[in-house]
């Protein structure tokens, strides 16, 4: 069974119907390792053990039956805390909703579970899903497999952790500022933010009827990028009052080689200095593709503004994260705003001012962003692919502090603790694709992920060309106290 532990989803679903394994026993092991190996990580912070043993032994009754039930026939997976699983509480990390506890599943369950998969349990977040770490009072701190010290990321940080301690098969968090990719990256696995719109986001709330918010998306986290694919034909398809009018029909990819590829690298930016040994691993890896016949262009940049641009995104991403302030926060804010020097364009101005935005300022940031779409899509007819950095630096050290009191260092400087919100961001904007993918370890011993963005829609290519990369450059490996 062990050699199935870091298997691919869809590698352990074929071993399943081909009766090599039961679901049962994958299962099974599953729970033993989480059993045995997460108090020391705290990953899996719901368990639903009984009920996946349950579904195990339904889906093998099923296949002796002669009945497949879709491409993820009895595997288990786990899913991030945010997203709604019968007779489990989705708390975001929030004390207040301890006790939220569903009664049906959500959309994204029910999909997983319509294509054969079942569910082990849940994984850990930040409160309010709203951090880089993953911690919060009622489940407590997640630790990264690599080196308890340091943190998972956030917000699907348990989603990550338990895909590289090897605990669950397969997952799916959400991301707005890169917590899908983050945690990927910090944790060495892969994570797709796929373009915006195209994965309802029912059943990942709090509360039900919520519409869809702005930058925001949900999506999945895996040790195999062929993983990723499959869960987003799982995921990507619209539904109720859209399924009506619309079907997905994103472009397909298939490549079988590198060669002719055409890709821009980027592999540092004055807004947000990566580490020497992050941008020295975007050229290794620039320079392998350029070795396998891709074209690589270290140079070309989409016609905006950076600084500019990165205002804009984090306007709107200030308005979604404020709105649901309490009104006394609010009013705080309002005050701050008040006391501002006009002509003060700093970066905190920028997003006290953007906390209390009004409608019409709403519009106009909109306006600004969609001229960056024209550009991105200028640019992406040129490129196949942009690859950069996700995050200054891997995977930080935990840290409680207030917020304005944290820093991260990058190569013995203290940085702003949310500067490596440009490599995120800079993409959320614009509501394009991008995929994080594994490029192994840095000096430190901790992993190096980088991501690939593509223009809209174009989800297949950013996730096909990110398993050709990860083949070339080695791929998932598992942390040694874990393997």
Known sequence: MTDL???????????????????????????????????????????????????????????????????????????????????????????????????????????????????????????????????????????????????????????????????????????????????????????????????????????????????????????????????????????GRQAVGWQLNLPPSSLESLRGLKVAVWASDDMAPVSADT????????????????????????????????????????AVMSSAQPESVAEKTQARVAALDPADQSRDAVVTRAAVMRHRDWIRHNFRREKLREAWDEFFDQWDVLLCPQFTVPAIPHDHRPFEEREILVDGEQRSYFESLFWAGIVVASHLPSTVFPTGVGEDGLPIGLQLVSGPYQDFKTIEISRLVSEAVGGFVAPADFA
């Open 279 to 318: 941008q020295n691993r975007v050229q290794q890896v620039a320079s392998a593709l350029a070795d396998l016949g891709a074209h690589v262009d270290y140079q070309a940049r989409p016609n905006f503004d950076v600084r500019k641009a990165h205002m804009t995104y984090e306007s709107l991403l200030t």
């Open 5 to 239: 532990t870091f298997a691919a989803a869809v590698d352990i679903a074929a071993a399943i119907k081909s009766k090599r394994i039961s679901s049962r026993e994958i299962t099974q092991h599953y729970i033993e390792r989480i059993q045995n190996l997460d108090e020391s990580v705290n990953a899996m912070c719901v368990r639903v053990f009984e009920q996946a043993l349950a579904a195990a032994d339904s889906a093998d009754a099923a296949l002796a039956r002669g009945e497949d039930l879709g491409p993820l026939h009895g595997v288990p997976m786990s899913i991030k805390e945010s997203y709604v699983l019968a007779d489990t509480p989705a708390t975001w990390g929030i004390p207040a909703y301890r006790d939220n506890v569903a009664a049906t599943d959500g959309l994204a369950v029910a999909r997983f579970k319509a294509a054969g998969a079942h569910f082990l349990g849940k994984t850990n977040v930040p409160i309010d899903l709203g951090d880089f770490q993953s911690y919060n009072e009622i489940y407590g701190t997640t630790n990264n497999p690599w080196n308890r010290a340091r943190t998972p990321g956030g917000s699907s940080g348990g989603s990550a952790a338990a895909l590289a301690a090897g605990f669950t098969a397969l997952e799916a968090g959400s991301d707005i500022g890169g917590s899908i990719r983050t945690p990927a990256h910090f944790c060495g696995v892969f994570g797709h933010k796929p373009t915006w719109g195209i994965v309802p986001m029912q059943g990942h709330e709090l509360i039900s009827g919520v519409p869809d918010a702005d930058l925001s998306v949900c999506g999945p986290l895996a040790r195999d990028a062929r993983d990723l694919r499959v869960a987003m034909q799982i995921m990507a398809q619209p539904a």
